[in-house]
């Protein structure tokens, strides 16, 4: 591969198509997901580069190249105080509400969920708290850039590793042993949660502001600054007046956020979509209303 020449192309066309960032530190990363790719295509990289460059972002070919770039480890129950604050403050909290509007309807999202561990334990928390409560309608979209992940989520089938931090309790209630060291999804939790590819980066992509809850942790940090702030803006506009976007704690700078406010819970900041407040000097917006978190 030439310095400077198709692995330089081939990082600007990462940032372009993706939003991917590739400082000098990582680019052994990408040179060798060049490599691999051209292996399989069977051509050369600087061609490979060459056909890439000409393609639209939803080609299959840039899809499998993505697969490459992107990060996937996860796990369930992954950063867990952002999850007991969405069990036990701001779930209850929309639910609440909800109850009192007589509108029993739940919509969440899971933006760059990989291979799906993330979507299901936020589908385990949802039927948790409302599996005595009948009437609501609640759903998880869970969206991905890279097809081989959401292959591997919509099976459903995970190994010992993807539970290592999965309550034995959770274990027997939530999850199947067909066969030694396989746990699947149960059917109750995969029926909340429906996968589509998205490619966050990519400025055709539409988000209605119909969302309670959007869910992107370990993505923003592998973005370009300019890709991270789009990407904030397309998230905050998914979300309802009153909705919340989680983010992982090294991602969670109010600037980056901003219009969204900071609200802190213990071990995680979550941001939430105020209203603005009435045109006026002496306005001044309402504090969020929640619930204290419950003992464990």
């Not at 992940?149 to 590793?161: P, V």
């Not at 909340?192 to 940090?221: K, S, Y």
Request: proline share 9%; net charge positive; with cysteine.
């Amino acid at each position: 591969m030439s310095p400077g020449g198709a692995l330089e192309r081939a990082r600007q066309l990462a940032a372009r198509r993706f939003g991917l960032m590739f400082p000098p530190t990582q680019a052994h990363r990408l040179e060798r997901a060049l490599e691999e790719a051209a292996r399989e295509a069977g051509t050369e990289v600087d061609e490979l580069v060459t056909r890439l460059e000409a393609l639209g972002p939803s080609s299959p070919e840039l899809g499998r190249l993505a697969a490459r770039l992107t990060v996937g480890e996860t796990y369930f129950f992954r950063e867990p105080q952002s999850l007991e604050a969405l069990e036990h403050s701001v779930l209850p909290e929309l639910i609440e509400r909800g109850e009192r509007r007589d509108d029993r309807r739940l919509r969440l999202m899971s933006a760059g969920c990989a291979t799906g561990e993330e979507p299901y334990s936020l589908a385990i928390v949802l039927h948790r708290l409302l599996r005595d409560r009948p009437g609501w309608d609640a759903s998880i979209l869970a969206t991905d850039l890279n097809p081989e992940a959401l292959a591997t989520a919509r099976r459903g089938r995970y190994g010992e590793w993807s539970l290592r931090a999965t309550p034995d309790g959770v274990r027997r209630r939530y999850f199947l042993a067909p066969e030694p060291g396989v746990w699947e999804v149960d059917p109750k939790v995969r029926a909340l949660v429906t996968f589509a590819p998205m490619n966050l980066a990519d400025d055709a992509v539409a988000l209605a502001g119909e969302m309670d809850v959007v869910v992107c942790r370990n993505v923003l940090m592998y973005l370009t600054p300019e890709a991270a702030r789009r990407t904030v803006a397309r998230l905050a506009g998914a979300l309802r007046w009153g909705g919340w976007l989680v983010t992982s704690p090294v991602e969670a700078s109010a600037e980056l956020m901003r219009p969204l406010l900071p609200v802190n819970f213990p071990g995680a900041i979550l941001f939430r979509k105020r209203r603005p407040p009435p045109a006026g000097p002496t306005a001044r917006p309402a504090p969020p209303r929640l619930r204290a978190a419950a003992p464990r």
